[in-house]
């Protein structure tokens, strides 16, 4: 299993706290793993074409990602979100 962090931002989309174990193959598998069980959480993170959003950055063991990243058992994935404003 891998191992998604989230940021604080986004505890109260979650309902089973900020670190999640997931299993898939790719990033995109563990995301859908992940947004099976918080629902909630799927449009902070996902455009409406499927994709990561714009202000989403993804990391999978210390190196950005995309949906295809592989990830094996023990990957680290962190989610980290732009904040901005004026």
Same mark, same amino acid.
């Given at each position: 299993?891998?191992?998604? $962090?989230?940021? /604080?931002?986004? !505890?109260?989309?979650? /309902? =089973?706290?900020?670190?999640? !174990?997931?299993?898939?193959?790719?990033?995109? #598998?563990?995301?859908?793993?992940?947004? #099976? *069980? !918080?629902?909630?959480?799927?449009? +902070?993170?996902?455009? #409406?074409?499927?994709? @990561? /959003? $714009? +202000?989403?950055? @993804?990391?999978? =063991?210390? *190196? $950005?990602?995309?949906? =295809?990243?592989?990830?094996? =058992?023990?990957? #680290? @994935? $962190?989610?980290?979100?732009?904040?901005?404003?004026?």
């Amino acid at each position: 299993m891998a191992r998604v $962090r989230l940021p /604080r931002l986004l !505890e109260s989309s979650v /309902r =089973d706290g900020l670190v999640s !174990e997931v299993q898939g193959n790719s990033l995109g #598998e563990a995301l859908m793993h992940l947004f #099976e *069980r !918080e629902p909630a959480l799927k449009p +902070h993170l996902m455009a #409406e074409d499927g994709a @990561i /959003r $714009r +202000h989403v950055l @993804i990391f999978v =063991d210390g *190196r $950005r990602a995309d949906l =295809d990243s592989v990830i094996t =058992d023990g990957t #680290e @994935i $962190r989610v980290l979100q732009a904040v901005s404003g004026g």
